[in-house]
């Protein structure tokens, strides 16, 4: 199945009774010969693309946790917090689930990650951010085309040194 037929409308309406989960996660961007490139990662066995977030633990704030989730799943350490670049809900993949995700514009010079979370992700792709690749949420994709020319702007303006 297509992951076109699979994301429709439907996860973007919440059902009665369906409890929420704060997620937090990362635009994480670097530059490469005068392109900015974007980090995308994979879970599990799925083949399209995905940004690096997952849900907040106890005791962290949104901007630590977004920290954590870029290690875990995308392997970069080395992030500098731009600023908010805005909040997503849908339900959960199990669909039992509302998500409500705060994603956080980063830039890096770091090439290579080494996800922590190896058994559900297994590594990061860059892609440049004017050609985006399919990516299975279409919520996530609209995120970056919408704030496309601010965050080339932004991540162009953050010295390298």
Same mark, same amino acid.
């Given at each position: ?23 937090? $996660? #990362? @635009? ?6 005068? /392109?900015?490139?974007?980090?995308? +990662?994979? *879970?599990?066995?799925?083949? =399209?693309?995905?940004?690096?977030? $997952? #849900? @907040? ?6 901007? /630590?946790?977004?920290?954590?989730? +870029?290690? *875990?799943?995308?392997?970069? =350490? ?84």
């Amino acid at each position: 199945m297509a992951v076109k037929s699979l994301i429709d409308d439907t996860w973007y309406q919440r059902p009665p009774g369906v409890p929420h989960r704060v997620a937090s $996660g #990362g @635009v994480v961007c670097r530059c490469e010969a005068g /392109q900015v490139l974007v980090a995308l +990662v994979r *879970e599990g066995h799925f083949q =399209s693309f995905v940004l690096p977030k $997952g #849900g @907040v633990e106890p005791g962290e704030t949104l901007e /630590q946790a977004a920290y954590r989730e +870029v290690l *875990e799943e995308a392997g970069i =350490s080395e992030l500098r917090m731009i600023r908010k670049l805005g909040v997503l809900e849908r339900l959960a993949y199990s669909r039992r689930v509302w998500q409500v995700v705060h994603l956080f514009l980063f830039v890096t010079t770091q090439r290579e990650g080494n996800p922590t979370d190896y058994l559900r992700h297994h590594g990061v792709w860059w892609h440049p951010l004017a050609h985006l690749p399919d990516m299975f949420w279409p919520e996530q994709r609209h995120l970056l085309e919408i704030n496309r020319d601010t965050i080339i702007e932004e991540v162009l303006a953050v010295p390298t040194a």
